[in-house]
């Protein structure tokens, strides 16, 4: 490749976690869209949404304290009623939704 080529490679540059924390901090700051902030600042959008979703499992294994149950059993004193029907609807995240349903 010769010095007067418009390619150019990009250097990988390490960055720490806490790095990436004040990355974070300046995209929420900038009001810009992943991708506008990202080709501002050289930024690599797939490298980018790693990182973000690695600090986020982070901090929800650090927010949890070691033997916690991730389920618990209700009960209740009332007797069940005969034909008591439910819904249940859990929103999983964009587009997904799951909805169960015992009909009465």
């Known amino acids: 490749m010769s010095a007067t080529s418009k390619e150019t490679k990009h250097l990988r540059i390490q ?3 806490e790095q990436w924390r004040v990355i974070f901090d ?3 700051a ?3 869209t992943r ?3 990202c080709h501002e600042q ?3 959008l797939s490298t980018f ?3 973000r979703t690695k600090l986020r499992r982070l901090i929800v294994s650090q927010s949890q ?3 916690t149950l991730l389920f618990t059993e209700l009960t209740s004193d009332e007797q069940p009623r005969e034909s008591t029907g439910w819904d249940i609807e859990l929103q999983l995240g964009t587009d997904v939704v799951l909805r169960l349903r015992r009909p009465c």
Do not use: L, M
């Open 15 to 17: 960055r720490t976690p």
């Open 26 to 28: 300046r995209y929420r």
């Open 30 to 32: 900038s009001g810009q």
């Open 35 to 37: 991708e506008q902030f």
């Open 42 to 44: 050289d930024i690599s």
């Open 49 to 51: 949404s790693h990182w």
């Open 65 to 67: 304290p070691a033997n």
